[in-house]
């Protein structure tokens, strides 16, 4: 069974088309949920890391927020160079610190 | 912000021969750094866990001789894909943060190997 689950598995918008990414985890205990961005032939590039459910963050076009079993990537008005692959990954309270990631949502944005 | 590098970016080998993929930490000191492949469309596997001055922890299924991995100061680590053969061609990926082995780990930009 996947820890973290990540929906849908690919998304389509227009420019201007605000939409949600989905992230749903399963552990006993986290210690944090990390969102990547990552283009084509590049290493994932960090956006936002949450710990606690009610917790929100924003930079820019993006808002990710936290509950306890799962966590949302709001895009607002998204313009083309959003166009990438989302990570999700969640690191387990306890003595192991790796992340376990999600499979990724691949979003185009059309002009 | 938190920087991690990778060396080389790309490249491409005979079968047989050994290639040593260098990771740093620019702008902090990391005693953790993370050693991940991705295949194509495929998300992130971590394959090993680089401890500064210890050995490495390796993930289940993963060769520990074939993947050596030095981790000799606190702002390299090196992973050596030992007697290459076409199936490890893929993207490999490090990662550290400035908060060890806990909180957000920033990510080096890869290195594409291709055994012919």
């Known amino acids: 069974e996947d820890q973290v689950t990540q929906s849908p598995e690919a998304l389509r918008l227009q420019e201007g088309e605000s939409s949600s990414l989905n992230c749903s985890y399963t552990v006993s205990g986290l210690r944090g949920l990390f969102w990547y961005r990552q283009d084509p032939g590049k290493g994932p590039e960090f956006l936002f890391t949450?710990?606690?459910a009610g917790e929100e963050k924003e930079k820019e076009r993006l808002k990710a927020t936290l509950t306890k079993k799962e966590s949302f990537l709001h895009i607002t008005a998204p313009k083309p160079e959003d166009s990438a692959t989302y990570l999700c990954?969640?690191?387990?309270?306890?003595?192991?610190?790796?992340?376990?990631f999600g499979k990724g949502i691949t979003l185009s944005v059309r002009p | 912000g938190a920087v991690v590098s990778q060396h080389p970016s790309r490249v491409i080998c005979k079968s047989g021969t050994s290639v040593k993929i260098e990771c740093r930490s620019l702008d902090f000191q990391a005693t953790t750094m993370f050693w991940y492949r991705q295949f194509p469309k495929q998300s992130l596997m971590l394959m090993a866990t680089?401890?500064?001055?210890?050995?490495?922890?390796?993930e289940q299924g993963v060769e520990k001789d074939k993947f050596l991995i030095n981790h000799a100061s606190l702002t390299l680590s090196t992973l050596t894909v030992t007697s290459a053969h076409p199936e490890d061609s893929s993207f490999y990926i490090c990662?550290?943060?400035?908060?060890?082995?806990?909180?957000?780990?920033?990510f080096g930009p890869g290195t594409r190997l291709t055994v012919l």
């Open positions: 990954a969640v690191q387990e309270a306890g003595a192991n610190s790796k992340l376990t």
């Open positions: 990662s550290a943060g400035p908060g060890n082995r806990f909180g957000t780990q920033y």
């Open positions: 949450l710990y606690s």
């Open positions: 680089s401890n500064e001055g210890s050995k490495a922890t390796y």
